[in-house]
């Protein structure tokens, strides 16, 4: 079992939400705590590529084992956008309000709401490469609901709910979400090593 894994993100929601699905299982260090400030460049035109991109990268150097993510919303009615270019779809600032509100225009004239978010995940042990995934269908809704998550959550309400991530709280969200899928999978292969 993998002890120590650094999780290639400075994104502070990502990571505290990590956190709370790893439990006590592995020990998560942030870039922060490999004095790692640097914006990793995240240039490719898939999550997986991405995702691989920031792996490598920490791999490379710093030699430490580790893992990054990439996560995507793919709305049908959009042909998949915002996809990998979520994070900065109003812009390269990352602005999660922005970034919705510019998804919630694009949406106004479109009776197909369904939509999905897939995580990839790109874990590195000594060298080797693994990749997971997971992905959560739902639908987004006309105007933002509830206070919590971050990101798109406020308007998306996964299959099987009435609510949205952000009103459906942590606890439920670090069981359904797609990057819970994902990470859940990164934690059962860590404990069959």
């Known amino acids: 079992m993998i002890s120590k894994l650094v999780f290639a993100t400075n ?8 956190i709370a699905i790893l439990k006590d299982q592995v020990e998560l260090l942030s870039l922060n705590d490999i004095n790692c400030h640097i914006d990793i460049p995240e240039t490719s035109q898939t999550l997986e590529g991405n995702a691989e991109q920031k792996a490598d990268f920490i791999f490379q150097n710093y030699g430490l084992n580790c893992f990054a993510d990439d996560t995507g ?17 109003a812009g390269k600032d990352h602005d ?4 919705m509100q510019k998804l919630l225009k694009s949406m106004e004239d479109k009776k197909n709401r369904k939509a999905k978010f897939r995580t990839i995940i790109s874990l590195i042990i000594n060298g080797k490469h693994y990749l997971f995934e997971g992905e ?10 509830g206070e ?45 090593q």
Do not use: M, Q, W
């Open 73 to 89: 919303l793919e709305v049908e009615a959009l042909n998949g956008a915002p996809g990998v270019y979520s994070a900065r779809y």
């Open 136 to 145: 959560i269908k739902g639908t987004i809704i006309k105007k933002k609901c």
């Open 11 to 18: 994104n502070k929601h990502k990571l505290k939400e990590v």
């Open 96 to 99: 999660s309000e922005a970034n």
């Open 148 to 192: 919590g998550g971050f990101g798109y959550d406020p308007i998306f309400i996964p299959d099987g709910y009435d609510k949205t991530f952000a009103e459906l709280g942590n606890d439920i969200k670090n069981n359904i979400s797609h990057r819970a899928l994902a990470i859940h999978k990164l934690c059962d292969f860590l404990l069959s």
